[in-house]
Nanobody
Framework: QVQLVESGGGLVQTGGSLRLSCAAS????????MGWYRQSPGKQRQLVAM???????NYADSVKGRFTITRDNAKNTVHLQMNSLRPEDTAVYYC????????????????WGQGTQVTVSS
């Protein structure tokens, strides 16, 4: 069984910073892409940032220059450093990963964590 466990959410003032972390555990052989999505009330879940196993990154236009995604392949973790936070960044942030299971070799795509709340006050 695989788990993605997020941490680091919370309440911060406009202009502040937060660092989200997501740790993958369980019977994982390898992890391909890892990413962060967010969803605010009444809106669809949207990609914030993603990073491949080779380190290539992709960001939503709204966070470019403010957010940085990194990963530690040895620890199966991904981080999202969020700076210059704005009220419109308020959302539940979800970790997402594509990985290969250890014993079966099955590829699992789009596996979600439980989410962590980020609230930016004005």
């Amino acid at each position: 069984q695989v788990q993605l466990v997020e941490s680091g959410g919370g309440l911060v003032q406009t202009g502040g910073s937060l660092r989200l972390s997501c740790a993958a555990s369980g019977s994982i052989f390898s992890i391909n892409a890892m990413g962060w999505y967010r969803q605010s009330p009444g809106k669809q879940r949207q990609l914030v940032a993603m990073i491949t196993s080779g380190g290539s990154t992709n960001y939503a236009d709204s966070v470019k220059g403010r957010f940085t995604i990194t990963r530690d392949n040895a620890k199966n973790t991904v981080h999202l450093q969020m700076n210059s936070l704005r009220p419109e960044d308020t959302a539940v942030y979800y970790c997402n990963a594509d990985f290969v299971l250890l014993h079966s070799g099955k590829v699992v795509a789009g596996y979600w964590g439980q989410g962590t709340q980020v609230t930016v006050s004005s």
